[in-house]
Nanobody, 115 residues
Framework: QVQLVESGGGLVQAGGSLRLSCAAS????????MGWYRQPPGGQRDLIAQ???????IYGDSMKARFAISRDLPKKEIYLDIDHLTPGDTAVYYC?????????WGPGTQVTVSS
C-alpha cells in the first residue's frame, strides 16, 4: 500500500506562484511513476505532469509552460511549482502513484485563484 498526502494549496491571487508538495509513505518499489493531476469544478481529472522511474518529466497538454515538477527521492516527495496563476487554475490538485498496475491517489489539495 502507498499513502499520499498533498499540501501547499490555498487561496492565491492571480499572477502569483505556488508550490505544492506530496509526501508518499508505504511500499514504493522500483519502477513507480509519480505525478500530479487536477480536477476543476465540474470538470474532469487531467494530467499535469508525472515523473518516469528515471526522473524524466512528462507534461500533459498545454501544461509545460507554467508548471514544473520535481522530486526528492530520499524523502519520497514530489513537488509542483506553478507560475502566473489564473482563475482557470482553480481546482483540486491530486498526487498520484502508479505502481505494479495499481493507482494510488491522495485526498487532494484545493487551489483557488482569485482575480
Amino acid at each position: 500500500q502507498v499513502q499520499l498526502v498533498e499540501s501547499g494549496g490555498g487561496l492565491v491571487q492571480a499572477g502569483g506562484s505556488l508550490r505544492l508538495s506530496c509526501a508518499a509513505s508505504g511500499s514504493l518499489f522500483r519502477g513507480y511513476i509519480m505525478g500530479w493531476y487536477r480536477q476543476p469544478p465540474g470538470g474532469q481529472r487531467d494530467l499535469i505532469a508525472q515523473l518516469t522511474p528515471g526522473g524524466n518529466p512528462i507534461y500533459g497538454d498545454s501544461m509545460k509552460a507554467r508548471f514544473a515538477i520535481s522530486r526528492d527521492l530520499p524523502k519520497k516527495e514530489i513537488y509542483l511549482d506553478i507560475d502566473h496563476l489564473t482563475p482557470g487554475d482553480t481546482a483540486v490538485y491530486y498526487c498520484h502513484v502508479y505502481q505494479q498496475g495499481i493507482d494510488f491517489w491522495g485526498p487532494g489539495t484545493q487551489v483557488t485563484v482569485s482575480s
